[in-house]
């Protein structure tokens, strides 16, 4: 079983930066996809991006361009850069290993 944390959210200005970071426990497979998804009120949760274990990544349209997903194997780490925030990117982030394993998720708050 692997355990994730994630970690980085915050209140930030519209057209700011946050950088997300996921860490992994346990029974961690390099090998596997990891993926950044995201839930706002009243909305489902929505992949927001994923990369693989070898490196390749792909992103949702509505983040693609300002969003950055990267891993550190062998710190057992996912980290999502964010830039040019905007109010609808305010969501709870959860990171996930091979969807089988989901943190608690961490608040983004983009307003002014």
């Known amino acids: 079983q692997v355990q994730l944390v994630e970690s980085g959210g915050g209140l930030v200005q519209p057209g700011g930066s946050l950088r997300l970071s996921c860490a992994a426990s346990?029974?961690?497979?390099?090998?596997?996809?990891m993926e950044w998804y995201r839930q706002a009120p009243g909305k489902q949760r929505e992949l927001v991006a994923t990369?693989?274990?070898?490196?390749?990544?792909n992103y949702a349209a509505s983040v693609k361009g300002r969003f950055t997903i990267s891993r550190d194997n062998a710190k057992k780490m996912v980290y999502l850069q964010m830039t040019g925030l905007k109010p609808e990117d305010t969501a709870v982030y959860y990171c996930?290993?091979?969807?089988?394993?989901w943190g608690q998720g961490t608040q983004v708050t983009v307003s002014s």
């Open positions: 990369i693989t274990s070898g490196g390749s990544t």
């Open positions: 346990g029974s961690f497979f390099s090998g596997n996809v």
């Open positions: 996930s290993y091979g969807r089988t394993s």
